[in-house]
C-alpha cells in the first residue's frame, strides 16, 4: 500500500538493538490482539444492532406487507424461534466457513451480493488510493517549498476549505458543472453497467469527490511535516555537505515529514469506506454501497449483516495496516494501542 | 485533529472573509424559519418561474421557501449532537486520566479503543436499517460515534496536564478531587479541547448532512438542505436550482465553519513552535 516505499527508505534508521526489537514486537502482539477484538465487537455490534429489534422482528421487518404468510416466512429465515445465542452462534460458526446467509427479499445467498457489489466497489476504491498517495504528497511538498508565497497559500486555503466539505454537496455541484453546464461527462454512471473500466469518462467525478477529503487532510500534515523537517539541522547540514537540493528534498526531508501523514491514513481509511457509500449513492453505481444502501431500505437483515461484517471487517485489518505503517516511521511514538 | 500548520497567522482579511462565508448558510438556518411564511398552493414538480424565482421542487413546493427552512435541522442537530458528545466524554477522558487505578482506565477506554475501528456511518446506516430514528436519534447516534476519539483526546491532553507537579502539590494540600479536575487538569486542557471542538464540530456538520442526504432521521420529503439535494436530483437537468442552492449552503457552511475555527484558534500567540531544536525523536531516527 502507500507507505511501503517509503518505509524501504527509512529501513536503514531503524533501529536493531534487541531491547528495541522486543519492544516491537510486544507492541506489534498488542496491536494485533486489539485487531482480534475489534474483529470480535464487529461481529457482535453487526449481530446486536440487527437483532435488537423492539417487539416482534418478524412483525417489524415485514414492515409496509404484513401479511401472515412473509411474517412466517422472515421468521423461518432468521430462526427467530431458536434463543438468541445459538442463533449469534449458528450465525459466527457460518461467517467463519464464509457462509453469509441467504437475503430476506430474494432469497439469493447474501455472497452474490457481495460478489456483484465488488467489483466496481474495489476499482473506484484502488483508482483512489492510487491517486491519492502522489497527489497529496505533491501538493503538500509544494506548498512547503513555496511556503508563504502565493502557490502555498492557494493550497493551504483551498485544502483547508475542502476537507470539511460532504462528498454529497461537492459532487452534485461537480455534476452541475461538469454534466449540466460544460456537458464533459456523464453524470452518472447509469446504462454503463458494472464495467466501468472500459467507460473512465463515467469514474472521473466520482473519483475526485472521493479523493477531496483525504487529499486534503494528508497533504496538510505533508506540508506542515515537510516545512519542519526542511527547517531541521539534519537537513541544514546535507545543504552543507553540498547534497542537491532535490535529493535532500526526497530523500532526507520527506520521509519524516510522511509519519504524522502514516498516522492520519487511518483516519484517511474511515472516509473512503464513507465515502465510497455516498458516491455510489451519488453517481448510481452498483457496488457494495449501493447494495448496502437498498437493502437498508428493505430491511434485508442478512444482507445489511454480511456487507456490515465486510466492511467493518475492512477498516479493522486497514486499520491495523495503516498503524502498522505509521510505526515503522515512527518507532518512538506509540500508536494506538 | 485537524493539522494546524505553523504559517497560519491571525490574519484579518482570512478572518473576515471566513466569517462571511459562514454567516450566509447560518443565518438562513437560524432565520429562516420566521421569514419562511405560509407555505403557498403546490404548483407542478420541477418549473420555473410562475411566482417561484428560485422555482419548484419534486413535489411541486417553493424552492426558496424549503431552502429557509432547511438549514435549521442541519445546525441544530450537529450543535445537539457535539455537545452531547462531550458530555459524555470529558467524564470520561477526566476520569480515566485521573483514576490511580489501572483497572478502571482500562475498563473505561478499551471498549473506546474497539470501537473506533469501525466506521461511523456504517454504524449510523446500521442503526437506521432497525430504528428507524428521527432527528434526535440522528443527533444520539453521532454524538455516540464521536465519543470515542473524543474521550482519546481528551484523555491523552489531561494525562499530560496530571501528571504536572502543580497536580502532586494540589493532592498533596489535600484539594479534593474535583478542584483539581476542573479547576487545574481542565483548564489546562481547554486550549486543545477549543481546537478539537472546531474540529468535532465540522466533522459533526459533515456527518449529519450525509446521514440525511442518505435518508437517515429524516422523513423523505423533509425540509433539510441534505434532503433536499437529494430528493430533487431527478430533476437537476430541468430545474438545476432546487439542488445547487441548498448544496451551495451546505459547502459554504462546512467549508466557512472549518475556515473560521482555524483563523480563530490559530492566532499569532497560538502558533505552533516551528521544530528549529531537534525533538528527540528526530535526532533518533537522523543521526
Known sequence: MSGTEAVRGTGAVRGTGTAHSTGLRAWVARRLLLGAGQTVAVVLLVFALTEALPGDAAVALAGDQPDPARIAAIREALHLDRPAHERLAAWAAGLLHGDLGTSLTSGRPVATYLAGGFGPTVLLAALTVALLIPVSVGLGVLAARREGRLADRLISSATLGVYAVPEFALGVLLVTVFALRLGWLPPTAVGYGTDLLAHPAALVLPVLVLLARPVCSLARLVRAGMIDALASPYVAQARRYGIAGARVRYTHALPNALAPAAQQLARTIDWLLCGVIVVEALFVIPGLGTVLMNAVAERDIPVIQGLAVVFGLTAVVLNLGADLVARRFTPRAAVAA | ?287
Do not use: C
Open chain 2, 1 to 287: 485533529m485537524t493539522p494546524r500548520t505553523s504559517t497560519a497567522r491571525r490574519r484579518p482579511g482570512r478572518f473576515a472573509l471566513a466569517l462571511l462565508i459562514t454567516a450566509v448558510p447560518l443565518l438562513i438556518a437560524l432565520l429562516g424559519p420566521l421569514l419562511a411564511g405560509e407555505p403557498g398552493p403546490r404548483a407542478a414538480s420541477f418549473t420555473l418561474g410562475g411566482g417561484h424565482w428560485a422555482g419548484t421542487d419534486f413535489v411541486g413546493r417553493d424552492v426558496w421557501r424549503q431552502v429557509l427552512l432547511g438549514g435549521r435541522t442541519v445546525v441544530l442537530t450537529a450543535l445537539a449532537a457535539t455537545a452531547l458528545a462531550y458530555a459524555v466524554s470529558l467524564p470520561l477522558g477526566l476520569i480515566s486520566a485521573l483514576t490511580h487505578r489501572g483497572w478502571l482506565e482500562e475498563l473505561l477506554m478499551r471498549p473506546l479503543d474497539v470501537l473506533l475501528a469501525v466506521p461511523s456511518l456504517l454504524l449510523i446506516l446500521l442503526a437506521a436499517a432497525v430504528f428507524s430514528p428521527g432527528t434526535t436519534g440522528l443527533a444520539l447516534l453521532v454524538a455516540l460515534v464521536n465519543i470515542p476519539d473524543a474521550a482519546r483526546i481528551i484523555r491523552a491532553t489531561a494525562a499530560e496536564a496530571a501528571a504536572r507537579s502543580a497536580v502532586e502539590a494540589l493532592r498533596m494540600q489535600g484539594e479534593t478531587w474535583w478542584r483539581m479536575a476542573v479547576g487545574y487538569v481542565g483548564r489546562s486542557a481547554l486550549r486543545t479541547l477549543a481546537a478539537d471542538a472546531g474540529t468535532r464540530l465540522t466533522g459533526v456538520l459533515y456527518l449529519v448532512a450525509t446521514a440525511a442526504f442518505l435518508g437517515v432521521g429524516v422523513a423523505p420529503d423533509a425540509a433539510d438542505w441534505a434532503v433536499m439535494v437529494d430528493r430533487n436530483r431527478t430533476g437537476l437537468f430541468v430545474q438545476p436550482w432546487a439542488v445547487v442552492l441548498p448544496a451551495v449552503l451546505i459547502v459554504a457552511l462546512t467549508m466557512g465553519a472549518n475556515l473560521l475555527f482555524d483563523a480563530a484558534l490559530t492566532g499569532p500567540g497560538r502558533r505552533r513552535t516551528p521544530l528549529r531544536e531537534p525533538s528527540p525523536v528526530r535526532k533518533e531516527t537522523r543521526p
